[in-house]
């Protein structure tokens, strides 16, 4: 079955860094678009970047272009998400997503993310 795991959240200081990843299995992952969304407390879950499945496409969200960055090692079936020059209004829970086929929507358990000095 789809499994999706993320890991590499923790606390950083404002303007600060972290990378996150996403550890896939269960479907053929060089396949498939990934996503990373997040959630803060209060507020509805939102995309933050997406790539395609080769790697060759990707978007952001506005309130993080410039500053993070979405790969991902099709050998590895891992997506990653550089974040860098962090800001206390990236505090979140952090999810990878894919959609499947028929458009069934996988999540993972999501990593917690504080930026605070």
């Known amino acids: 079955q789809v499994q999706l795991v993320e890991s590499g959240g923790g606390l950083v200081q404002p303007g600060g860094s972290l990378r996150l990843s996403c550890a896939a299995s269960?479907?053929?992952?060089?396949?498939?678009?990934m996503s990373w969304y997040r959630q803060a407390p209060g507020k509805e879950r939102e995309l933050v970047a997406r790539?395609?499945?080769?790697?060759?496409?990707?978007n952001y969200a506005d309130s993080v272009k410039g500053r993070f960055t979405i790969s991902r090692d099709n050998t590895k079936n891992t997506m990653y998400l550089q974040m860098n020059s962090l800001k206390p209004e990236d505090t979140a829970v952090y999810y990878c997503?894919?959609?499947?086929?028929?458009?069934?929507?996988?999540w993972g358990q999501g990593t917690q993310v504080t930026v605070s000095s």
């Open positions: 997503n894919t959609v499947g086929i028929i458009g069934d929507v996988y």
């Open positions: 269960g479907f053929t992952f060089r396949s498939y678009t």
């Open positions: 790539i395609t499945g080769s790697g060759g496409s990707t």
